[in-house]
């Protein structure tokens, strides 16, 4: 029967159903994209049975037409995906996901499972309520993904160049994505990184949908492209060689940073998580919740979420442990790959100046903003402060020990660890909090990160892209190069024919027959069948070269000329300061030719080069690959000899 995907990324269907039917998986999808003919089609073909697979947007689903035609449709089973959309609890509530309660009521004999790859306990339990799956078994597994390396960063002005800088050290022609909040920031960034001659595209609901369409489509189809968006960017991408996701701003929950992170490094590769937010982030993101007109269980929901998120981004102890146990998971040890376990964050006793800052918003009477205190507290000399009188009261100019990007860290994080409040009335105004008396009495002592400037931290230097060698570079690249060109011709992703973890596969076990080929991860019967002879083409003319690279230095006349005078390949060699062999390549060129005689090149017996000969043709391989025969032959004869009598056979 058919299996019924349920799923709300109608943009992500055709991808996913390209990538089945490359894996010999008869798929297709329902959306609203297809013409009425096509469509009928695929009613039709769904009615008889002729699909294992089929992808359905919840709003059609719910249509008349289509549960009649589930009706008639022999189903095997329904498959929830992004279930946590079911959820209010959960971070992207979608209404019509409460309405698929209806399968289970009019198919009670269809199995049904609920997928989603982010949901706390809570949303958990609210999935199984929801769609009546009380009764189901669950299946978590872990949250933990080691391959990405979490950093988090404080934005001290120079947010884009340290992207920039960022990109170049760790990311040189990388697939990436920079999350911004705001639709203008998404254009100034991506025009900013264009500008540094990277391949960046925005994304955002404000551009035509034509141009979002073919920013995806490059992303997806392209090597190198960087997307810059807003979070309306990404839900159910699954290209696996994303090596890095950027925030310019701060997610507005762990959930949402866990799933846009979560984008990288799909493949199991190496791949870097990386955030910098600022002050500037924390007030915005306040304001923007206090103000929403959402309900206020809602609101107390989201601002539960934001000041998690807060709290997780100035952790000084390891990124991951937390985020594993925000997600019920658990870790033994700290993680190692994140920002706080490779470079450790000293922390500080801030007790006294917090205790400043906060007596400053007190004695301000809790009217005015980041800037504004700090001039009071620096004791600056103008006419505003002059104006209200706060050069006469007891907190001027207290605070002289520190510079003001110091104390906007200060205020950061006195406003992330909920001590103070921004007010909503949208002027950015700071306000006690009921849980600032204890620090501002002096009963507790207040621990806070020590800023390290941005440029001089976890500099980790240039790494070779995805940690090739060099001797493997150019192998790697005509991997890469043949991948395109049938992902071309096939119209799919390069990542659908292969996943660069595969590619490197190929890179270290070096196969040569469809054989070994199979062994390689990914490959499958379908892809073996389809790939595997043009791989291998690569991958033998590239042994070829390496046991015999092609110089351009010397001509074969000149070659040919000091070989007829009797002088033996080294004194050719070092005659014309070439390589050994470049002069076997010469002289290999000649022997094809009919130019010289195979004997008078190699120093073998007629018996030798006949037993040669022999392998190469009982090898049955039109391209005469050299690695078998050295093999059968037990490694007697050296690959120059080898070359040497294949040239003879031609
Ligand atoms: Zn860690």
Request: proline share 3%.
């Amino acid at each position: 029967g058919v299996g019924v995907i349920v799923s709300p990324l109608i943009a992500l269907m055709q991808d996913q159903v390209v990538a089945l039917q490359q894996l010999g998986v008869k798929a297709a999808y329902l959306n609203s994209t297809l013409d009425a003919a096509s469509a009928n089609a695929i009613e039709r073909q769904m009615e008889q049975g002729e699909l294992d697979l089929l992808y359905v947007a919840p709003e059609r689903l719910m249509t008349e037409r289509f549960l009649n035609l589930l009706e008639r449709a022999p189903l095997a089973m329904f498959a929830i995906d992004e279930a946590h959309c079911v959820s209010q609890w959960g971070h992207d509530f979608r209404p019509e996901y409460i309405q698929l309660s209806v399968l289970h009521e009019r198919f009670p004999a269809i199995p049904r499972m609920a997928l989603t790859a982010t949901a706390d306990a809570p949303t958990r339990r609210e999935i199984l309520r929801r769609l009546n799956l009380e009764q189901a078994g669950m299946y978590v597994s872990g949250f933990d993904r080691p391959n990405i390396r979490y950093s988090i960063s404080q934005n001290q002005g120079n947010a884009r160049e340290a992207l920039l800088r960022f990109i170049r050290n760790e990311h040189e022609d990388d697939a990436g994505i920079v999350y911004c909040l705001s639709r203008k920031k998404v254009e100034q960034v991506a025009e900013f990184l264009s500008s540094k001659g990277l391949t960046a595209l925005p994304y955002h609901a404000g551009l035509p949908s034509a141009v979002r369409q073919t920013h995806q489509r490059r992303f997806l189809n392209e090597d190198g492209v960087i997307i810059v968006a807003t979070i309306a960017f990404g839900m159910g991408i699954d290209k696996p060689d994303v090596r890095f996701v950027a925030h310019l701003n701060m997610p507005k929950s762990i959930e949402a940073y866990y799933q846009e992170t979560g984008r990288a490094g799909r493949d199991g590769q190496p791949a870097n998580a990386w955030m910098m937010y600022g002050l500037q982030d924390v007030i915005m993101l306040r304001q923007m919740m206090e103000s929403s007109d959402a309900d206020e269980t809602h609101k107390r929901v989201e601002h539960h979420k934001l000041q998690s998120m807060l709290g997780f981004s100035e952790l000084t102890t390891c990124k991951r442990q937390a985020l594993l146990t925000y997600f019920d998971d658990h870790l033994e040890k700290p993680c190692g790959n994140c920002d706080s376990c490779l470079s450790p964050v000293e922390t500080w006793d801030a007790s006294v100046v917090a205790q400043k800052a906060l007596s400053c918003v007190y004695k301000t009477e809790q009217r005015f903003g980041v800037n504004y205190l700090i001039d009071v507290l620096v004791g600056k000399d103008n006419a505003r402060i002059k104006q209200f009188g706060h050069d006469q009261v007891s907190v001027y100019g207290i605070g002289k020990e520190l510079d003001a990007i110091q104390w906007r860290s200060i205020f950061r994080q006195l406003i992330a660890r909920n001590l103070l409040s921004v007010d909503i009335e949208g002027y950015g105004n700071l306000r006690l909090t009921e849980s600032c008396r204890s620090v501002l009495r002096g009963e507790e002592t207040l621990m806070l990160r020590k800023e390290t400037k941005a440029e001089k931290s976890k500099a980790r230097g240039r790494k070779s892209k995805h940690n090739i060698k060099e001797e493997h570079n150019a192998l790697w690249e005509a991997l890469r190069a043949c991948r395109k060109t049938l992902a071309d011709e096939h119209k799919v992703a390069p990542y659908m024919i292969f996943h660069d973890a595969s590619l490197m596969e190929m890179l270290e076990a070096r196969p040569a027959t469809p054989a070994q080929f199979s062994k390689i991860n990914g490959v499958g019967e379908q892809k073996l069948k389809k790939y595997a002879d043009a791989f291998l083409q690569v991958i033998s003319q590239h042994e070829d070269e390496q046991v015999n690279p092609i110089d351009s230095e010397g001509t074969v006349e000149d070659t040919l000329r000091l070989f007829r005078t009797g002088l033996d390949v080294d004194a050719i060699a070092a005659q014309r300061d070439i390589k050994p062999a470049t002069v076997y390549s010469h002289l290999i060129d000649s022997i094809s030719q009919g130019d010289v005689e195979l004997k008078q090149v190699v120093q073998l017996e007629p018996k030798e080069i006949s037993l040669i000969q022999d392998t190469f043709l009982s090898l049955a391989d039109d391209q005469h690959k050299l690695k078998p025969v050295y093999e059968a032959l037990d490694g007697a004869f050296d690959y120059d000899l080898l070359r040497c009598v294949r040239a003879s056979l031609n």
